[in-house]
Nanobody, 116 residues
Framework: QVQLVESGGGFVQAGGALRLSCAASGRVFMIGAMGWYRQAPGKQRELVAR???????NYADSVKGRFTISRNSTKSTVYLQMNSLKPEDTAVYYCNALSITIADYWGKGTLVTVSS
């Protein structure tokens, strides 16, 4: 069992920055990859960024050059640094952990609101 708790969401103006954090607990040794997804009202949940245990990263085209995902293995925490935020970035952001057993774990989400 893995528990994920997100933090760092909030309200910012366009062009601002936020840093999201996701703390994992439980069977952390079972995690093979972690990532951030987001979902806006009326839209599908989409992958924002992910990082594997080997350090490989992947980003959605819409956030490349603006967002950076990183991981602190000793603290079992993954971060998402979001710069140059745009109104279209407004969504609930969810932390995800993929177990080496292919089980998926999700946090409850944190709301990011970007105003014009």
């Amino acid at each position: 069992q893995v528990q994920l708790v997100e933090s760092g969401g909030g309200f910012v103006q366009a062009g601002g920055a936020l840093r999201l954090s996701c703390a994992a607990s439980g069977r952390v040794f079972m995690i093979g990859a972690m990532g951030w997804y987001r979902q806006a009202p009326g839209k599908q949940r989409e992958l924002v960024a992910r990082i594997t245990n080997t350090g490989n990263t992947n980003y959605a085209d819409s956030v490349k050059g603006r967002f950076t995902i990183s991981r602190n293995s000793t603290k079992s925490t993954v971060y998402l640094q979001m710069n140059s935020l745009k109104p279209e970035d407004t969504a609930v952001y969810y932390c995800n952990a993929l177990s080496i057993t292919i089980a998926d774990y999700w946090g409850k989400g944190t709301l990011v609101t970007v105003s014009s």
